[in-house]
T-cell receptor, first 114, second 114 residues
Framework: AQSVAQPEDQVNVAEGNPLTVKCTYSVSGNPYLFWYVQYPNRGLQFLLKYITGDNLVKGSYGFEAEFNKSQTSFHLKKPSALVSDSALYFCAVRDLSAGNMLTFGGGTRLMVKP | DAGVIQSPRHEVTEMGQEVTLRCKPISGHDYLFWYRQTMMRGLELLIYFNNNVPIDDSGMPEDRFSAKMPNASFSTLKIQPSEPRDSAVYFC????????????FGQGTRLTVV
């Protein structure tokens, strides 16, 4: 079975500082990994994905994520946080050998303070 | 494309009443997913369809829940009878064929059962 863990319920960072939101996964085959962001009273918006190739993936709004196979991690990063980045972030994994379902982590609330 | 469209955005109903949530996926997408989001359980996959056929409904909590997709551009999630513990935000998402494709989410229906 596939699973995703986001070990931090909340991450606090000052505006202008780098941010990291952690994600680890467990799959039996090759993972397809995704990050989504959810603003208040909105649906989830796709940020970026890792399918294959370069381990560093760049996405929307200046976010990037690094795939680390040995550590089974896919941490979300941004060099300089903005107050407007404050939102709920979800990591998700799809293992094709386990079907077409996308399994989400529990979410991490990012709070960027001025 | 206008994205995934859900209606209504908000629904307040009394316990025991029937509730129907509606979803119009993005044109050309052949996968459709229904998720439920609560504070306690996070994002849960309820059911998904491929080419209008239900593939996995193992996430549907009870027989009170049912979902249909009569054609490629419309799906419903019905709860009958509704209970207060069904109160949640229900999301519909769709995507194209291909394990590497990302899902696009609607803005959700906030259901309150009193």
């Amino acid at each position: 079975a596939q699973s995703v863990a986001q070990p931090e319920d909340q991450v606090n960072v000052a505006e202008g500082n780098p941010l990291t939101v952690k994600c680890t996964y467990s799959v039996s085959g090759n993972p397809y990994l995704f990050w989504y962001v959810q603003y208040p009273n909105r649906g989830l918006q796709f940020l970026l994905k890792y399918i294959t190739g370069d381990n560093l993936v760049k996405g929307s709004y200046g976010f990037e994520a690094e795939f680390n196979k040995s550590q089974t991690s896919f941490h979300l990063k941004k060099p300089s946080a903005l107050v407007s980045d404050s939102a709920l972030y979800f990591c998700a994994v799809r293992d094709l050998s386990a079907g077409n379902m996308l399994t989400f982590g529990g979410g991490t609330r990012l709070m960027v303070k001025p | 494309d206008a994205g995934v469209i859900q209606s209504p955005r908000h629904e307040v109903t009394e316990m025991g009443q029937e509730v129907t949530l509606r979803c119009k996926p993005i044109s050309g997408h052949d996968y459709l997913f229904w998720y439920r989001q609560t504070m306690m359980r996070g994002l849960e996959l309820l059911i998904y369809f491929n080419n209008n056929v239900p593939i996995d409904d193992s996430g549907m909590p009870e027989d009170r829940f049912s979902a249909k997709m009569p054609n490629a551009s419309f799906s419903t999630l019905k709860i009958q009878p509704s209970e207060p513990r069904d109160s949640a935000v229900y999301f519909c998402a769709s995507r194209e064929t291909g394990g590497y494709t990302e899902a696009f989410f609607g803005q959700g229906t906030r259901l309150t059962v009193v």
